[in-house]
Antibody, heavy 119, light 107 residues
Framework: QGQMQQSGAELVKPGASVKLSCKTSGFTFSSNYISWLKQKPGQSLEWIAWIYAGTGGTNYNQKFTGKAQLTVDTSSSTAYMQFSSLTTEDSAIYYCTRHVGYDRPMDYWGQGTSVTVSS | DIQMIQSPASLSASVGETVTITCRAS??????LAWYQQKQGKSPQLLVY???TLAEGVPSRFSGSGSATQFSLKINSLQPEDFGSYYCQHHYGTPPTFGGGTKLEIK
């Protein structure tokens, strides 16, 4: 059974950057896609981007291009998302997920990381 | 981007009842449709994919149907643990998009 363990909650100031992590286990990391999603309280889910862990190839939601940057460390089976130039609109819970293909459902989810942007 | 329209936005039902949630895609997504359940304060969990295939461990009281642009999730004989929010998502390529969600509450 795959697992995805995300880093802890973040409180950051406007204009700052944050780097979230997602450590995976229980599946072959490099053969999978990792997506990151955003969810604001009481709202639906918004896809940010995916990265194919085997090659580092990425695909971003146009809305988050230049805002989010995805990377992976295959040696530790960990995915990262750096979020830059944060504003209060970026306050949300961020999830990492696993899918076996770019057209496959998200079958493993991390527990979520809360990011609060406040001065 | 493909738009996913989900209805109803909220639903109140009693234990033992049967409920249906619908999801409409703005264009043909064949059977590339998934359903997720999210309980308060938890991450979503995959229930159904490919429109009608139950994910591992999902009880048989859940069933998915539909194709092209019209889909539904049916829950037979509601159990207390079924209450929460439900989301549809197309997985017909990139970008994947989600419906607005249905909040299922206890009557």
């Amino acid at each position: 059974q795959g697992q995805m363990q995300q880093s802890g909650a973040e409180l950051v100031k406007p204009g700052a950057s944050v780097k979230l992590s997602c450590k995976t286990s229980g599946f072959t990391f490099s053969s999978n896609y990792i997506s990151w999603l955003k969810q604001k309280p009481g709202q639906s889910l918004e896809w940010i981007a995916w990265i194919y862990a085997g090659t580092g190839g990425t695909n971003y939601n146009q809305k988050f291009t230049g805002k989010a940057q995805l990377t992976v460390d295959t040696s530790s089976s960990t995915a990262y998302m750096q979020f830059s130039s944060l504003t209060t609109e970026d306050s949300a819970i961020y999830y990492c997920t696993r899918h076996v293909g770019y057209d496959r459902p998200m079958d493993y989810w991390g527990q979520g990381t809360s990011v609060t942007v406040s001065s | 981007d493909i738009q996913m329209i989900q209805s109803p936005a909220s639903l109140s039902a009693s234990v033992g009842e049967t409920v249906t949630i619908t999801c409409r895609a703005s264009e043909n997504i064949y059977s590339y449709l998934a359903w997720y359940q999210q309980k308060q304060g938890k991450s979503p969990q995959l229930l159904v994919y490919n429109a009608k295939t139950l994910a591992e461990g999902v009880p048989s009281r859940f069933s998915g149907s539909g194709s092209a642009t019209q889909f539904s999730l049916k829950i037979n004989s509601l159990q207390p643990e079924d209450f929460g929010s439900y989301y549809c998502q197309h997985h017909y390529g990139t970008p994947p998009t989600f419906g607005g969600g249905t909040k299922l509450e206890i009557k």
